[in-house]
């Protein structure tokens, strides 16, 4: 389809495990967003892309996390040495450029055990 | 850091009502967005607000960006069953700022009964 892809759709892994989350934005938006949501909460901020590089990354909670986007298309959030409290919906958003209204995947439903 | 306090939390209304929620912010908003969001999906966009002041609709949907910047309302009138979800509001700092992460509220959660 046109929209904002991510996957996978679920992730289960244990903790202390390596997680790689990826995000397909629509076509030619140049912005790109991860937010992470937890259940009965609005989705939090975590980083955001302009082209290649990471122009905002103050929400990433700690260095366990990083995200990339050497394309300026693909972005991968990378979660190392995963903890049970790092269970979420991870959400990608794009726009088609900073300040333009920002379109969402379905998220992937991170499950730490 | 910025909060915004939406509310009602949740509303159960009867089919055929009006809906009216609303989001505070202790920050001022350059721009404001409303999301709907569906069990197992993603927050759709339902209407974007950039100017305070601004009423803008979007069929039985309409949405204002208040004149302090600092709050926005969602109205939706003559509620149908799917119209059930969660409803958030989401504010924007000025573009190019380097802070343009949304800031979202909380959520209402409509639930209607027939």
């Known amino acids: 389809g046109a929209g904002v892809s991510q996957t996978p759709s679920n992730k289960v892994t244990e903790k202390g495990k390596y997680v790689e989350l990826r995000c397909d934005p629509i076509?030619?938006?140049?912005?790109l967003y991860w937010y992470r949501q937890s259940l009965g909460q609005g989705p939090e901020f975590l980083i955001y892309f302009q082209g290649t590089g990471a122009a905002d990354d103050s929400g990433l909670p700690n260095d366990r996390f990083f995200a990339v986007r050497p394309e300026g298309s693909v972005s991968t959030l990378k979660i190392q040495r995963t903890e049970r409290g790092d269970s979420a919906v991870y959400l990608c958003a794009s726009s088609l450029s900073p300040g333009q209204p920002q379109h969402f995947g379905d998220g992937t439903r991170l499950s730490i055990l | 850091g910025q909060q915004l306090n939406q509310s009602p939390q949740s509303m159960f209304i009867q089919e055929g009502e009006d809906v009216s929620m609303n989001c505070t912010s202790s920050s001022i908003f350059n721009t404001w967005l409303w999301y709907k969001q569906e069990p197992g999906e993603g927050p759709v966009l339902l209407i974007a607000?950039?100017?305070?002041?601004e009423l803008t609709s979007n069929g039985r949907l309409t949405a204002q960006f208040g004149i302090t910047r600092k709050d926005s309302f969602l109205n939706i009138s003559a509620s149908i069953p799917s119209d059930v979800g969660i409803y958030f509001c989401a504010g924007q700092e000025e573009s190019g700022g380097g802070a343009d992460g949304l800031t979202f509220g909380k959520g209402t959660h409509l639930i209607i009964q027939p």
């Open positions: 076509s030619g938006h140049t912005a």
């Open positions: 607000l950039y100017k305070a002041g």
